[in-house]
């Protein structure tokens, strides 16, 4: 495999500048595992077993959620209602309009949730789970009017941790599914069974971490694994491309030492990698399909690795939160700057005063 490209284009996205920034306290005990935006704020999951809300560029939590008796595995967001998932077997859904703490619905299961992701038509919830004792990992759904235990389950498909559960955007009955095994699989869900309902697998060669749809019409894959490697491939198995280990791209100020994660925009309709060092740097890049845009290095606003890491493009801003318990939040607003003016003594003192680059 030959060596990428990596080139610098600062101008793609707007500059970010720190705005401010947090501890959760005791002591950097406890980690932050992920952070994503909502209409209410920003959910921060923590090895507290919480999820906290915080409003954007918030110091304080609004308001904690805690139900969970293990760790919690993945937080998602759709609509009005807060989503997680958790090692002690079951998916709780909050409606955020209640000022009520305690989860509106429970999704039970008899192993440990990995992963999970709710259909675009809000059909079908999908979960995705570690390998048990029975050498069995389970895809088991639910229905969302009805909380208790799956109504049905695929079990063949994988055969190690299923990590990461996507339901495509654009086409309801499809989902996604990766796994530590190194499998991606694609299924039809408008299949009775799993065999039929199988559609395509990729093999990545490496355990899948995370995984998700990209493109106009989500007909694209990226992979990446905790080998920190990453690879494109389309929704019917072709890969398109396999950059490697991300780590040896680095080169003059971009250092990176693992991936935070991959997010697509729609709207721009470009592919983004967030990748830091294990001091904290937080660096952006742009993928496309033979060679990566590094875009920023964002000015430090954590001191550890970064876990979760969210933002909104159109508002310009973003947040992370790292294994210390610290969350750092930027701005495209830059902060005002000191500038010297004479005072009538003659002393001085300090007065306040893209283009586009296709993913595919």
Known sequence: MSRISVIKAPSLLPKLYPAASTSLGHGGDVYIYETISTPHGVAVSTSARQIQLYERFGVSPLRTLEYHNDQITQIRMREQSLMSSSRDGQIAIWDLRQSTNTPSLVFKSEDPVLSFDLSADNSMLVGGTQLNSDYMAKIQFWDPRNAGMPIKMFEDSHSDDVTQIHCNPNAPKQILSGSTDGLLCTFDLSQPDEDDALQFV???????????????????????????????????????????????????DLKIDYIVKCKYDPNGQRLYMVAGTNDGEVHLLHIGVDSMEHIQKLPRGNTGVVRGFDWELADGWAVAGCEGGQLAWWSKEEPPKASISPSSSGSKRPALNGRRFAPY
Do not use: H, K
Request: charged share 20%; glycine share 12%.
């Open 202 to 252: 990729a093999n990545t060669g490496a355990s899948v971490s995370q995984c998700g749809y990209f493109g106009p019409d989500s007909q694209f894959i990226y992979a990446q694994s905790d080998m920190e490697t990453l690879q494109l491939w389309t929704n019917e198995a072709t890969r398109l491309a396999d950059f490697g280990d991300v780590r040896e791209l680095g080169q003059g």
